[in-house]
């Protein structure tokens, strides 16, 4: 019976390549196979990213957007076997790659390995989101859907159960889920236990969710975050797992994890900004204390108080940011904001920039090898001859004519890669400004309307006649 679940890529193709070959997962690689590029990780991105670069209008390690996801680099397929279906690795490997074939036809670029290291056997497939000859490949409900049901039919093939459920006609509880009920275990607390090891690592509440897909669990979005670990039978929405794992607590503990609170106006007569922010903490300590708020952990293996509630702990690193940024005012924020902005647009284009410089060199450093290769190889096929005479007029024209050019090309293809390195760091600590400034902006206005302390009154109402509806015994 497997279960197929596909993740869109958006910036870290090699990354997730190096992390499918890795030769502890696949015997050594002894399960690994390629279509249309090889199975060597850092060789199979860089022929991915020159299929991609042709096609789109985009660079395939452009860093994304201040706003939105970016494009789809490449898509990762999983096909997880349960362990009472007995199906080998090599079964797998054939499965996985039949499924690519049928799937998406002879153009496709994939590399396809079947990992071993655990009590399952399943199945990883990277597809560039461009073939060949230019088709788009698409990660939607209804891709997956195709894909779905292209595994079953093969299955059917093979003698393998098909996923039913996926066919609208139920599912069966597979052994490790019998197991898990067998032993008692919460499968709510396992979730917990994984997200609240996961946020120190990191950066937004998609990377939370990419991670949670690449250790094998299920997500979907849609108006709440719902999630299934591994041989669960059904999802869970993340808020039925507490307060502190609503979408809008994910992001809070995720966004502030990094940052202190508990700072306090050093000025005598602190601005109108501040001011507001003491008012308002004091309050919600209040309502903490009184139980007269929704009860939010910060910190999720201690008992709950005002001292560990979510709320007063955002709102004092958000004043804390204040102090020691010395935002005097509301408008002075908004200028900050506007300017991090252009700011971020401006590193980005300039990241770019280099991106596409350091590719170049690393193509013509490629040719300058090739070069040297073949032309000291002796006897030449008819394509190696057209290769030489390509990679020479190449290597001629940009004058890498002596050892000592080539070692200077290699230093500033490395001095480049480097450079890129630290600017895409700065990006995200200006992304992560942004999205703070933006936070606490916000809240500025929410607070100075009155409505903060308003919509947490009315949360916890609202909290209440739910739990006292579902304590209502039913007639």
């Given at each position: 019976m497997p279960y197929v679940k596909s993740i869109s890529v958006h910036a870290t193709v090699d990354k997730s390549l190096r992390y499918i070959l890795n030769p502890d997962k696949t015997e050594s690689q002894l399960y690994t196979v390629s279509i249309n590029c090889t199975t060597d990780a850092r060789d199979a991105y860089l022929q991915m990213k020159a299929v991609y670069e042709h096609y789109a209008r985009d660079k395939y390690n452009s860093p994304p957007p201040l706003e939105g996801k970016g494009t789809v680099k490449a898509i990762h397929y999983i096909i997880s076997f349960a362990d009472s279906e007995n199906v080998t690795p090599v079964l797998a490997h054939k499965l996985a790659m039949t499924f690519v074939r049928k799937n998406f036809g002879d153009e496709v670029q994939a590399v396809i390995a079947t990992h071993v290291d655990k009590s399952h056997v399943h199945a990883h497939i990277i597809v560039n989101s461009y073939s060949l000859s230019g088709q788009k490949y698409y990660a939607n409900r209804d891709s997956l859907r195709k894909a779905r049901e292209n595994i079953n039919g093969i299955c059917r093939a093979f003698g393998i159960t098909p996923a039913l459920n996926f066919e609208n006609k139920g599912r069966s509880v597979d052994h490790y889920e019998w197991e898990q009920r067998k032993k008692g275990t919460s499968w709510k607390q396992m979730i917990r236990d994984e997200i609240d090891k996961l946020i120190p690592t990191v950066n937004s509440l998609d990377e939370l969710l990419q991670a949670l897909e690449e250790r094998g669990y299920e997500v979907k979005r849609g108006k709440y975050i719902s999630v299934k670990a591994p041989g669960q039978e059904r999802f869970v929405r993340t808020k039925t797992l507490g307060e502190e794992y609503t979408e809008e607590s994910l992001n809070t503990r995720i966004l502030y994890k990094d940052i202190g609170a508990g700072a306090t106006p050093a000025e005598d007569k602190p601005s109108q900004l501040m001011a507001a922010y003491v008012a308002v903490i004091s309050d919600v300590r209040i309502l903490a204390e009184q139980r007269k708020k929704v009860p939010r952990k910060r910190i999720v293996t201690a008992e709950y108080s005002a001292d560990n509630d979510l709320d007063v702990y955002r709102l004092s690193a958000q004043l804390s940011v204040i102090s020691k940024n010395n935002i005097g005012s509301i408008g002075e924020l908004e200028g900050r904001i506007s300017r991090l902005k252009a700011e971020y647009e401006k590193r980005r284009v300039e990241i770019n920039e280099l991106i596409e410089e350091h590719n170049r060199l690393v193509s013509l450093l490629e040719q300058v090898r090739e070069y040297h290769a073949l032309r000291d190889k002796g006897e030449l096929s008819e394509t190696e001859k057209v290769r030489l005479a390509i990679c020479k007029?190449?290597?001629?024209?940009?004058?890498?004519?002596?050892?000592?050019?080539?070692?200077?090309?290699?230093?500033?293809?490395?001095?480049?890669?480097?450079?890129?390195?630290?600017?895409?760091?700065?990006?995200?600590?200006?992304?992560?400004?942004?999205?703070?400034?933006?936070?606490?902006?916000?809240?500025?206005?929410?607070?100075?309307?009155?409505?903060?302390?308003?919509?947490?009154?009315?949360?916890?109402?609202?909290?209440?006649?739910?739990?006292?509806?579902?304590?209502?015994?039913?007639?």
């Open positions: 007029q190449a290597v001629e024209s940009a004058a890498v004519l002596s050892a000592s050019d080539t070692d200077r090309l290699r230093e500033r293809v490395e001095t480049l890669g480097k450079k890129i390195t630290t600017l895409k760091g700065d990006l995200d600590k200006t992304r992560q400004q942004y999205e703070v400034y933006s936070d606490i902006r916000d809240t500025y206005y929410k607070i100075s309307k009155g409505d903060y302390l308003s919509d947490l009154v009315e949360e916890e109402r609202k909290r209440r006649e739910q739990m006292n509806k579902k304590k209502k015994p039913s007639r």
